[in-house]
Every structure is written in C-alpha cells, then in structure tokens.
C-alpha cells in the first residue's frame, strides 16, 4: 500500500487561536484528503478564514498541529502546491489582467497558459484592462485565474463567489468542476449551502471556533432531514430519547423538545403514552433552517 494516498493534504489537529478573549478557533480537527472538495461552513466569525490561515501558514496556532501536504506550512515546499484566493488580497491595481496572470504564472515551474487560465475563468475580454478599473465580480473572476495558474494540487478559496451575479457565479463553479476532474482538491468556504451542494462531497460545519458538524454532503443533509417536535408533556425526556427514531430528547420546563429522524411514528407514541399532551408543534428544517439548528446550540466563545 502506498502511504501517500492515506496522508491527508490539508490538516488541523485540535487547531486552537485566540484573539484576546476570543476563541476564533477552539480545538479544531480537519482533515483534507486527495480528490476531495471540502465545503467549510459557518456563520460569520465561526472561524473559517482563520482556519484556511493556519493552514496556509499566515497565522501561528497557539496549540495544536498544522500540516500542508504532511510539512510546517510556512515552509515554500508546502505552499508551492497551493492556489489561493483569499477575501482580501493585495493586488496592484495599475496592472492589466494579463500583466498580472503572466507575474503569478512566473512563479511556478510549469504554470497554466493565459488562454488556460482565461478560458476556465470565465476572463474573455478582460485581459486587457486593467485589474483596478474592473467590478467586483470581474476581479473575483481573475482571483480564480491567478489561484489556479500555477496548477495547484490543492486550492483554498475563502467565500469565492461573494459578489459575483448567479451566471459568473455558475461560470466559477463550472471551471471549478473541470478542475477537480483533473485531479485538483479543494477547501472552500461558503455562506451559500447551494454552493457547497453543487461543488462539495464533504462539508464541516464551524460554530463558536468549533466543528458542529463533519461528513459527506448527505450526512450533513440527513441531519437536515430531522424533524424537531416540541410539546407539553409530562413524559420523561430520557426514556422518549431510548425511543425507535429519536435522536435526541430534551426538557424545557414544562415542554420537551425531541429530535426525530420522522415524525409521524413518533408523534403517534408521545400521543399513545400521555393523552394530555398538548402544544404539539413539528417543524420541518429546510436546508438553510438546517444549517442554523446545526449552529445554533455552539457553545458562546467569549471566555469568562
Ligand atoms: P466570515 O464568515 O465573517 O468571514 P469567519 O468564519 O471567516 O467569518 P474568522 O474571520 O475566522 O471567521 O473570525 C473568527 C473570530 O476571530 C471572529 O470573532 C473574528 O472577529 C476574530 N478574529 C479573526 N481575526 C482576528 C484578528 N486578526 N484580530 C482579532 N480578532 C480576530
């Protein structure tokens, strides 16, 4: 067995920073492996940037391990099979596009041809401007090229298609695609969980510094699935959470609030077992209500 293939690309290994009373991150296990696209997911202040920095080298972990294809990511080795294209990035404006694809190839030994990088872009037409007088999505569009033109084994892409209009929005998920087929792995962050459906097989969710949730893509969406019941009833919270299809059962007062995989088999026993119950309320989680119940119990990271 060739061990290359079990050493992940990317790694956090109970990855925690803070900054001042801030836990940004909290003991952070992640994991990249070849051929994967990752969705990180998160809230804003979860912690996602501040995790693609620590495995990009730009921010030192108080505690924990980082690792960039198995080195210290500071090392130039680790980083020269990375694309990147970050929230904020400095680049001169004054430049033309092609001035600046034809700087960033220079880097690499065997980098993309402009044509490449233009096509897969989405960049026809804009060579020839400069990069300061372009819109928004324009200059996102050509952060994607000068991410990639280095060919890139691994790309980071930090909230890639804010700003951009839902066509360049498809058009990057497209070259994205093509990207992976030929073998490129990727960590995205994202606010668009339609985006982390189009493009991810493995989503981690961040919350509070933490991982909340970690799987492929119909994992996390079987989560989603769940149904929330809440009532009022007298019914012992820790026997209805030993029930078939329940997940998890919990008091509020006078209410208990049960996660089930379905409802209807469990609200037909809650009924069966108390005849008082009342209150009952299900609520059927969409993807992006989802998303927020997965969020929403993470524990505060202000410290005491
Ligand atoms: P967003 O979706 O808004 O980009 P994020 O998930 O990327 O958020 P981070 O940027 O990693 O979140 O920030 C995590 C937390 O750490 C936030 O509370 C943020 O304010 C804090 N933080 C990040 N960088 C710094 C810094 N340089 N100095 C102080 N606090 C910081």
Known sequence: MDHRFDMPLASLQDARKRYGAIAALDGVDLELRGGQVLALLGANGAGKTTAISL??????????QVRLFGRDPRELAARQGVGVMLQSGAIVET?????????????????????DCAAIAGLDGLLKRRYGALSGGQQRRVQFALAICGRPRLLFLDEPTTGLDIEARQGLWRGLRELVAAGTSVLLTTHYLEEAEALADRVVVLAGGRVVADGSLDEVRARVDQRRIRCRTTLDAAEVARWPQVRAANRD??????????????????????????????????????????????PLKEAA
Do not use: K, M, N, W
């Not at 209807?264 to 927020?292: I, K, M, T, Y």
């Open 253 to 298: 007062g006078g209410r208990l609030e049960v996660v089930a995989d379905a409802a209807e088999d469990v609200v037909r026993r809650l009924l069966a077992a108390d005849p008082a119950l009342s209150g009952l309320d299900v609520s059927r989680a969409g993807l992006a209500e989802a998303f927020l119940e997965i969020t929403r119990d993470a």
């Open 95 to 115: 430049l033309t596009v092609a001035e600046l694809l034809d700087l960033t190839r220079s880097y690499y030994p065997d980098p993309r041809s402009v044509e």
């Open 55 to 64: 495995l990009l080298g730009l921010v030192e972990p108080d505690a924990g």
